[in-house]
């Protein structure tokens, strides 16, 4: 009798760290006609011109029981989207320096309650903004954890001092040099603190940005296109990056991130700039949900992985703004935390935790549904991900 009560804890144990695996819906605990109703719904939003093309994930534990692509890598591409179509994620890059910032953490390099002058002296004495030009000294230090939470002062005005020849270094020094908008641990404000924590691992690690990612994540995690620009035998299936047009149509974007990401980068920004491919995200989301490892590679502990996944802002103020959490949210170290669907108005469960990127893509992680969803577009400003997810949801089975 012994021996079989030790059973499922021995499988359990076999199952820790899983690779993704692609099986029939219904074999991953998802209900085929719904998954049905959010491929129709996705395809009729390319049909409306809302996004150009997708590729939508969902897996429930470990098992992929949805991976669809359709629509166009760009408007006029003429070029189907495929499961493997490289997309710009933006700020879905936030989540993978969190992940590096707690693997340093777990190394001893800091607390996360140390003031990052500490490691980046340049941010030492922050002024603070009074008026037009008036300034006083910020009342407290910045600390590790204020970056990671987006409750260090900063906006998002600090993206314009980048100028060419710059690295991260150079552009932090730059940034130290303004005053904040706010004192820090005042309030949230979706800002530049976390290109701030790319430098702070590459102070703390000896390596770039980059490199770090590459050697430490993306290796071990098979993450294999994910990365801040691509070789010329990947730029093909780089998926175009559009804008809204007249009438809901997307038309072509014409800023500088529509060629960013096909040479090397002076600046590896740690809140964006990284692209990759929806199976690759979903690697690093059944990470996450697998406490800090798959297929038997541990990048993190469970107890760092549950620290993240932690609600951090209590109860401060969210400034309205770019970045803002949802409603019924909150924010853990660089993720959005859930705070139950009583709060949200919406499917989910309390603990969930996501991010998005500013060109429309998401992820989620639900560790009490063992369920991870990755939705992958390149359309400013789209929210066809919240009509994604909340379908997704529903096919739970």
């Known amino acids: 009798m012994k021996s079989l009560r030790v059973l499922p804890a021995l499988l359990a144990w076999c199952l820790q760290g899983a690779s993704l695996t692609e099986t029939p819906a219904a074999q991953a605990n998802l209900h085929p006609d719904a998954l049905t109703r959010v491929t129709r719904a996705m395809n009729i939003a390319v049909e409306k011109g809302e996004i150009s093309g997708y590729v939508g994930l969902i897996a429930r534990r470990g098992k992929i029981g949805y991976f669809h692509a359709n629509g ?11 499961k493997d179509s490289i997309f710009r994620i933006f700020s879905m890059t936030k989540p993978v320096t969190g992940v590096a910032v707690m693997m340093l953490y777990e190394e001893g390099k800091f607390f996360l309650t140390d003031p990052v002058s500490k490691y980046l002296p340049e941010y030492a004495n922050m002024q603070v903004k009074t008026g037009a030009a008036g300034t006083v000294r910020a009342e407290r230090p910045i600390t590790i954890r204020d970056l990671m939470r987006h409750t260090a ?27 904040l908008p706010h004192h820090p641990g005042t309030r949230y404000h979706y800002a530049v603190g976390i290109d701030v924590l790319g430098r702070l691992v590459e102070v703390a690690s000896g390596q770039t940005l980059d490199q770090f990612f590459d050697e430490r994540i993306f290796r071990p995690l098979g993450m294999k296109d994910t990365a801040f620009w691509l070789p010329a035998d990947k730029v093909s299936r780089l998926v ?55 297929d038997g590679k541990r990048i993190l502990s469970r107890k760092s992985v549950e620290l993240m996944a932690t609600d951090h802002l209590t109860d401060l103020p969210v400034e309205q703004a770019m970045g803002a959490v949802a409603q019924g949210y909150g924010f853990g170290l660089t993720m959005a935390v859930n705070r139950g669907p009583g709060k949200t108005a919406n499917v989910g469960s309390q603990g969930e935790f996501n991010w998005s990127g500013a060109a429309g893509s998401h992820f989620w992680v639900d560790p009490k549904e063992e369920l991870i969803g990755v939705f992958m577009v390149n359309n400013m400003g789209s929210v066809v991900r919240n009509r994604f997810k909340q379908m997704a949801y529903l096919a739970v089975d």
């Open 153 to 179: 002062g900063f906006d998002y005005s600090g993206m314009t001092l980048a100028k060419p020849g710059m690295n991260l270094a150079a552009w932090s020094q730059a940034l130290a040099k303004e005053p």
């Open 72 to 82: 166009q890598a760009g408007v006029g591409s003429n070029k189907p989207v495929g």
């Open 240 to 294: 175009s990056l559009d804008d809204p047009g007249e009438g809901g149509k997307p038309k072509v974007n014409t800023s500088m991130w529509q060629d960013m990401q096909k040479k090397k980068p002076e600046i590896f920004w740690g809140g964006a700039g990284l692209v990759s491919t929806a199976i690759d995200y979903a690697r690093f989301a059944q990470m996450l949900l697998n406490k800090g490892e798959l």
